[in-house]
């Protein structure tokens, strides 16, 4: 149960992403722009950019900007920007530990973005390496259940070395080694089913539980945290019990 808290917990985060859709229109494209640069402009042979590409569709981003963003990436197209990524690490309140991905074309503005938000709401960032040992890097599958079972999904992946199925309510969660994301997601795909998102991302080896208060206060940072458009990812290690989660929704 713990995988479906802290689902319902980025659940409670998607709805204010969702909030802001232009936003999160401009981080799916960075994210194509990044991976067509880093591993060649053909999805075929660059399983990131591929599934770059999928969840940018599956979020409705327009196809002429998902192309615009290969090509720029790749290099046949002019404009470009040189992005490099920035892990940033640091205790959010009631010690929550949070690890704060950015994707910037400015190290400086970054930082100062991150060293505001952090400062103004309660949290404060640690050095490097002070953090990141609580979280270990996963691949993680999410997907719509509309009829398939828990067993469905798990005789699809259990071979291609999935580690475990989370029930999320509506949709699954499949989780393994970031390095079998790949064979995963393709052991899906021959099975015929479909899914939303396939990526890499950081799950925390410890939790920490917090109250309504405690969890309000987080949310809180959270939010100032993603308000800077060089933050592409936030990553935390708090554990939101379900009577909180909906005490917090309504």
């Known amino acids: 149960m713990a995988g479906h808290s802290k689902w319902a917990t980025t659940k409670h985060k998607k709805a204010a992403i969702d909030a802001k859709r232009g936003k999160l229109f401009a981080k799916l494209v960075k994210n194509i722009e990044v991976a067509a640069r880093t591993g060649g402009g053909d999805p075929a042979g660059n399983p990131t950019l591929y599934d770059a590409i999928q969840k940018a569709k599956k979020n409705s981003v327009p196809a002429d900007n998902v192309e615009r963003a290969r090509k720029r990436g790749a290099g046949e197209e002019a404009g470009g920007a040189e992005w490099e990524t920035i892990m940033y690490e640091g205790y959010g309140p009631n010690g929550v530990a949070l690890l704060i991905e950015c994707l910037t074309d400015n190290r400086n503005r970054a930082a100062g973005e991150v060293r505001t938000a952090m400062t103004r709401n309660g949290g404060n960032l640690a050095d490097p390496g002070s953090v990141a040992y609580l979280f270990t890097r996963k691949g993680e599958i999410v997907l719509d259940k509309g009829e398939l079972t828990e067993d469905d999904v798990l005789m699809a992946v259990l071979d291609a070395g999935a580690e475990e199925v989370n029930d999320l309510g509506e949709q699954f969660e499949v989780v393994c080694e970031s390095t079998d994301l790949v064979q995963v997601r393709t052991a899906l795909q021959e099975a015929g089913i479909d ?7 950081f799950r925390a080896s410890v939790e920490v539980t917090v109250d309504a208060d405690g969890a309000a206060k987080v949310f809180k940072l959270i939010d ?7 933050v592409q990812n936030i990553y935390s290690n708090m554990d939101v019990p379900e009577d909180v989660l909906a005490s917090l929704n309504a």
């Open 195 to 201: 899914y939303e998102s396939a990526e890499s991302g």
């Open 224 to 230: 100032a945290l993603e308000d800077s458009d060089d």
